[in-house]
């Protein structure tokens, strides 16, 4: 004999794993509706969407624990007029700051980073140069890609 009988039994045991394996991938190909339904009985039904909120002047009010003051419209925490996107795309080889963060999904931080990343190799030769920085993903810069342009 070749095998021992434990080596024998473990060949056996794997090969009829094996055929039961392509045994349920044929019996799924051949039969995908009894397959999907029997798949489905261990997902979650979706959950239907809540009910919008009533408006404010229907719902009652509560009670407020803590006094607080209004705040002004001009106190340097609320913007008092939001600042119109600008039709161009910006120009990182010449923005500030603050120019980068308004763009969306853009904070202070990455903005710091980008401008960092500029002083430190230069001017960046194409927006894909931005996929170097720390923070800055393929999804991002697809969605900052018209909006974005580098400079001559």
Same mark, same amino acid.
């Given at each position: ?19 039961? $394996? ?7 190909? $051949?039969?995908?509706? =009894?397959? &999907?339904?029997? &798949? ?7 959950? /239907?969407?809540?009910? /919008?909120?009533? /408006?404010?002047?229907?719902? !009652? ?11 002004p419209?001009?106190?340097?925490? =609320?913007?008092?007029?939001? +600042?119109?996107?600008?039709?161009? /795309?910006?120009?990182?080889? =010449?923005?500030s +700051?603050? =120019?980068i963060?308004?763009?969306? #999904?853009? $904070?202070?931080?990455?903005? #710091?980073?980008?401008? &960092? !990343? ?9 927006? &894909?140069?931005?996929?170097? @920085?720390?923070?800055? $993903? ?9 909006? @974005?342009?580098? #400079?001559?």
């Open positions: 004999m070749l095998y021992p009988p434990p080596q024998l039994r473990l060949l056996l045991v794997v090969a009829a794993l094996l055929l039961l $394996g392509l045994a349920v991938r044929e019996w799924r190909a $051949g039969f995908p509706e =009894q397959a &999907e339904r029997l &798949e489905s009985f261990d997902r979650e039904e979706p959950v /239907p969407p809540l009910a /919008p909120p009533p /408006p404010p002047s229907a719902r !009652e009010p509560r009670p407020r624990r803590w006094a607080a003051s209004p705040r419209a001009d106190e340097p925490g =609320q913007p008092s007029d939001p +600042v119109p996107p600008d039709p161009r /795309p910006l120009d990182l080889n =010449q923005a +700051v603050e =120019q963060a308004r763009l969306p #999904g853009i $904070g202070p931080a990455l903005a #710091g980073r980008i401008l &960092e !990343e500029r002083e430190r190799r230069g001017r960046f030769d194409s927006p &894909e140069t931005l996929r170097q @920085i720390l923070g800055l $993903g393929p999804k991002k810069l697809a969605a900052l890609r018209d909006l @974005i342009t580098v #400079g001559e």
